[in-house]
């Protein structure tokens, strides 16, 4: 692994110091990242890890709602080859390889950029699929397992996590020398950055009829997205694309909207019993920020938000990025 040279800085604080803020997938990730690569990390999130956003997510690997493209294309790339990994262990990780159908996606829009990486990818057929789309295998998540198997990795790596509210990047600042910001909606108020807005996600989670394969579908007339997706004892139906939308209470004719979408593609759907209702607020942004903010007094601030719908699928590419902007 990497390590810092644990160079002291002009404040006597040991530069191998991180505060990283946010306790999501990027968050976490990016801690992570930083820990295994010998810094002194300390992770401040407001919520328990298992209550932030990116716990109701999904959460298949997919690039959705996320800019720059090209830069996303990458850093999922560079994700889809940890999953991958982890996939091997999928009841300790929460990651599977699971076989599904993106609805309304041909094949010259993954081609070039992810077909050589994607063994298996084929035009659905029509006992799969009954519109056009193509047939995938690709890592799909149960966060709730795999939040927590991220917190325990970082600890494994001598990062702490608190549980701890930020009023203010300099609170965080005074206390180490380097500081990332991974606060997703919440760099809204925090940086503050007025672009960050809310993209509203609703779920419904049911028991699982035996459906053993996701599918995303859109339908080309109203734009509206159905998805199903089978994790460990449940299937999570979906779902919504709200844009400035600040509700995270549940719908009930969004929730009842979302059930009828999905059991007309598979009707076996229609009689579910429902377990759960979610909603997530997706942090987006015209672009992801990901840079390097010099400080006074030779501190640094690196942010790494504005993943919008896409936080799972570059968490690690962009944790990477993170550390390289880290160490300088």
């Known amino acids: 692994m990497d390590t810092d040279t644990g160079v ?38 407001r919520d328990p890890v298992e209550r932030t956003t990116s716990a109701v997510a999904g959460a298949l690997w997919w690039p959705y709602r996320i800019h720059p493209v090209a830069l996303a294309h990458a850093w999922a790339l560079h994700s889809l080859g940890v999953y991958e990994e982890l996939a091997l262990r999928p009841e300790r990780t929460g990651v599977r390889m699971v076989a599904g159908v993106l609805g309304e996606t041909a094949r010259d829009e993954v081609d070039a950029w992810a077909a050589a990486r994607l063994p298996g990818l084929r035009a659905a057929t029509a006992e799969e699929y009954g519109g056009s789309g193509l047939w995938a295998r690709l890592p799909l998540i149960d966060m709730s397992t795999h939040l927590p198997w991220l917190r325990r990795r970082l600890e494994a790596a001598g990062g702490v996590v608190q549980e701890r509210t930020v009023a203010d990047l300099a609170e965080a600042g005074a206390e180490a020398p380097v500081v990332v910001n991974c606060t997703g909606l919440g760099a809204r108020e925090l940086v503050p950055d007025a672009s960050v807005r809310p993209v509203r996600g609703q779920l419904v989670v049911v028991e699982n009829p035996g459906i053993r394969t996701w599918l995303v579908s859109t339908d080309p007339s109203s734009g509206e997205t159905a998805y199903l997706f089978p994790q460990p004892g449940r299937l999570v139906l979906g779902g919504t694309a709200e844009e400035d939308a600040w509700s995270a209470e549940p719908d009930p004719a969004t929730a009842a909207a979302i059930i009828r979408r999905c059991a007309a593609l598979r009707p076996e759907v229609a009689g579910a019993r429902v377990l759960e209702h979610r909603v997530g607020l997706r942090p987006a942004r015209e672009a992801v920020r990901l840079e390097r903010v010099p400080l006074a007094g030779g501190r640094v601030l690196i942010h790494n938000y504005g993943h919008g719908g896409a936080g799972v699928t570059v968490a690690w590419g962009c944790a990477r990025e993170a550390a390289r902007l880290v160490e300088g």
């Open 8 to 45: 002291h800085t002009g404040s006597g604080r040991d530069s191998s110091e991180v505060v990283v803020i946010g306790g999501g997938v990027v968050g976490l990730t990016t801690a992570v990242v930083l820990a295994e690569r010998g810094r002194r990390v300390r992770l401040w999130t």
